[in-house]
């Protein structure tokens, strides 16, 4: 999923750069101080997950999920996935520095639209069952709207459109059953152990207090 | 600190007295570890935004040299670093095949009837050129830093305060993360799991993933009050200072120089052009 240095235009480098600050400054807002331990915590969670191999085929392929992070962290998925962006640029050289705006973007929206979207079904979910239902369907369409947003900025760059987005979503379709899965049983698990993991982000210093 | 950033990058950095004995004895050849964090994260970034700006070959070499003479004297280990300039090139290397038969232009080859042009081989050749110079210059001069460090130099470079604890946390967890994830997975292995293309594999990840999530979750709680108890207010004291020396500015200037003849010939070209 990563765009490296160099294959983009300069207008979509700047665009990604301003929209990722945006993203920045929203989850940051959202990011109370008694929250960053978790935000801190967590998005190294991501940073591990995403280390993680699974087979697929013949060779495997690491996990992004980008889905479960915006379900978990909200708008503060923005700067956790952004600070995993990072390490992995700065010190993997995963990725580049002058196209980080661009990547965290294309990671972090998706991640960020989803979890808003799927969040407030998770938590009223009846059951286990249609929780996972709905984070399995949240893991898959992240990866696909990022798949979209990585076709995108190609083809802003003026890269042949078509091809490059029925490229990269064919290759990564086998990502998305894979991400939804995994997410699912994820979220299955969560809601039936700790289903307070699911507000995180919502809880404010008083009522962690109380509790 | 985490093995894993160590791994990534500062494979040398000063862990031992041993270490550190020799690096004394060869601090004149270490020079780029010396160097203000600050100035070396500025000057790849001002770098990384000119290359990407190049388009004339001769330039682009010109800044992968100079990109491969900061390699050199950083004494990165050797095999790592190609492993890890080898994998960003594993990552473009399916656009760079796909370029030349994407691009329209002048035929150059066909291959099984479709045509390769000249103009998408030369538009690979460019991103291959300006990636492998902005890690090859990433590498000893950002990868180097200890990765809190780094934070404090963002820090003092104004970076948001909250975004810099969140980084913090984050260095300072992935490792504890990826130990308990390893534990895991031994505990998985021991009971006879063997990962396969099944939907059994799929879900046993994931309620690892799950658990992992879960397990972290209760860890900030834990961490949270512990730092509470200890009269954490929000506020974390970053206690590193940076001083600029006479050469860190020295190395400013000549980058800075280097950068900026590289962007005026870059546009007297497309001028004369």
Do not use: Y
């Given at each position: 999923?990563?765009?490296?240095?160099?294959?983009?235009?300069?207008?979509?480098?700047?665009?990604?750069?301003?929209?990722?600050?945006?993203?920045?400054?929203?989850?940051?807002?959202?990011?109370?101080?008694?929250?960053?331990?978790?935000?801190?915590?967590?998005?190294?969670?991501?940073?591990?997950?995403?280390?993680?191999?699974?087979?697929?085929?013949f060779s495997s392929v690491h996990l992004i999920l980008n889905g479960l992070a915006g379900i978990i962290l909200g708008?503060?998925?923005?700067?956790?996935?952004?600070?995993?962006?990072?390490?992995?640029?700065?010190?993997?050289?995963?990725?580049?520095?002058?196209?980080?705006?661009?990547?965290?973007?294309?990671?972090?929206?998706?991640?960020?639209?989803?979890?808003?979207?799927?969040?407030?079904?998770i938590v009223r979910a009846c059951g286990a069952r249609s929780a996972a239902l709905a984070g399995g369907v949240a893991g898959a369409m992240a990866i696909a709207l990022t798949t979209l947003c990585v076709a995108l900025s190609l083809a802003l760059s003026g890269y042949n459109f078509v091809a490059q987005a029925k490229l990269v979503f064919l290759a990564h379709i086998p990502v998305m059953i894979i991400e939804g899965l995994l997410s699912a049983a994820a979220i299955y698990l969560i809601f039936k152990v700790k289903p307070e993991l699911l507000h995180v982000m919502s809880q404010t210093s008083r009522e962690r207090n109380v509790k | 600190m985490s093995d894993l950033l160590e791994e990534a990058g500062?494979?040398?950095?000063?862990?031992?007295?041993?270490?550190?004995a020799e690096t004394v004895l060869f601090s004149r050849r270490m020079w780029i570890r010396e160097l203000d964090p600050r100035v070396r994260i500025i000057t790849v970034l001002v770098f990384s935004i000119c290359v990407v700006q190049l388009d004339q070959l001769p330039l682009l070499v010109a800044s992968l040299c100079a990109s491969l003479f900061l390699l050199l004297q950083a004494q990165l280990p050797f095999l790592p670093t190609i492993k890890r300039v080898m994998t960003v090139d594993s990552f473009i290397i399916l656009l760079l095949v796909m370029l030349p038969f994407t691009t329209s232009g002048t035929e150059l080859f066909s291959l099984f009837g479709w045509p390769a042009s000249y103009e998408g081989l030369l538009q690979a050749v460019v991103i291959l050129l300006r990636a492998n110079a902005i890690v090859m210059a990433t590498l000893p001069l950002i990868a180097t830093i200890d990765a809190v460090t780094f934070g404090h130099a963002l820090a003092s470079l104004r970076v948001p305060e909250r975004l810099v604890h969140l980084l913090l946390f984050t260095v300072r967890y992935i490792e504890v993360l990826h130990t308990e994830y390893k534990r895991l997975r031994t505990a998985m292995k021991c009971r006879a799991f063997a990962p396969s293309n099944s939907l059994h594999t799929y879900k046993s990840v994931g309620y690892l993933v799950g658990m992992l999530l879960i397990r972290s979750f209760e860890r900030s709680e834990r961490i949270l009050m512990a730092m509470k108890c200890r009269g954490f207010n929000g506020q974390f004291h970053l206690l590193k200072e940076f001083s600029l020396t006479r050469k860190d500015c020295a190395f400013a200037l000549l980058s800075f120089l280097f950068i900026l003849s590289l962007m005026a010939l870059e546009v007297m070209h497309v001028g004369a052009a």
């Open positions: 999923m990563h765009i490296v240095d160099g294959a983009l235009s300069s207008e979509v480098v700047i665009a990604g750069a301003v929209l990722s600050a945006c993203g920045l400054v929203m989850g940051l807002r959202k990011l109370e101080m008694e929250l960053i331990p978790a935000a801190g915590v967590l998005s190294a969670t991501f940073f591990v997950a995403s280390l993680i191999h699974v087979p697929l085929g708008w503060a998925a923005f700067p956790a996935l952004f600070v995993g962006l990072l390490l992995q640029a700065v010190f993997f050289a995963f990725g580049g520095i002058s196209v980080l705006g661009v990547n965290t973007f294309n990671i972090a929206a998706p991640a960020v639209l989803v979890g808003l979207m799927v969040h407030p079904l | 500062r494979a040398r950095t000063l862990t031992s007295d041993a270490e550190q």
